[in-house]
């Protein structure tokens, strides 16, 4: 369900918003920009956290992590 929500816009944030997007679109493309913004702020932090994890675990070679997956898939 949308809700309404009072934003403030950078005044030319806003001149380009008015100038380029139809009246009746505004909103839509306020959604997507932000959908976008947030997936990317969410990739950031699972990358952030592979990033700590591989800092926390030893290397292990790509034989033993083979084996490891084909292990897993006999279960």
Known sequence: M???VNIVLDDDVKADLDRLVESGMRS??????LRREILMIHRQLASR?????RKATKPIST???VHLVRRGRER
Do not use: Q
């Open 2 to 4: 949308p809700t309404k």
């Open 28 to 33: 839509r493309v306020i959604n997507a920009a």
């Open 49 to 53: 956290r592979l990033d700590d994890l």
């Open 63 to 65: 034989a033993d992590l």
